[in-house]
């Protein structure tokens, strides 16, 4: 599984983006996934995840319900919908997805996942 994020990019405080992450590659198991993000200086954090059906989420507590994700698994698609977007929310963000069934406190952990997209940059200015 290969995993490619994208929308990333400048906003303003306040305002909005919406992620993607696109999968390719044997995607015939379930998989579960999920985003993560660093900032400069920063170690990698959990940000949100779902099941297969996208039926279970899992945020991380942080957000205060400003995040959203999401996925179209007819089009092999996740997103990761991104609102009131504040200063500390930049930072690099990584889509994951892993095979196994889903566990949330396992996937937040983010070890031994099974596949990492190359990130997309958010940046937040004032």
């Known amino acids: 599984v290969q995993l490619v994020e994208s929308g990333g990019g400048l906003v303003q405080a306040g305002g909005s983006l919406r992620l993607s992450c696109l999968v390719s590659g044997d995607t015939s198991n379930m998989y579960s996934m999920g985003w993560f993000r660093q900032a400069p200086g920063k170690a990698r954090e959990f940000v949100a995840s779902t099941n297969w059906r996208g039926e279970r989420t899992l945020y991380a507590d942080s957000l205060e319900g400003r995040f959203t994700i999401s996925r179209d698994n007819a089009k092999n698609i996740g997103y990761l919908q991104m609102n009131s977007l504040k200063l500390d929310d930049t930072a690099v963000y990584y889509c994951?997805?892993?095979?196994?069934?889903?566990?949330?406190?396992?996937?937040?952990?983010?070890?031994?996942?099974?596949?990492w997209g190359q990130g997309t940059q958010v940046t937040v200015y004032s």
């Open positions: 994951a997805a892993d095979r196994s069934l889903y566990d949330s406190s396992w996937f937040r952990s983010g070890n031994s996942l099974d596949a």
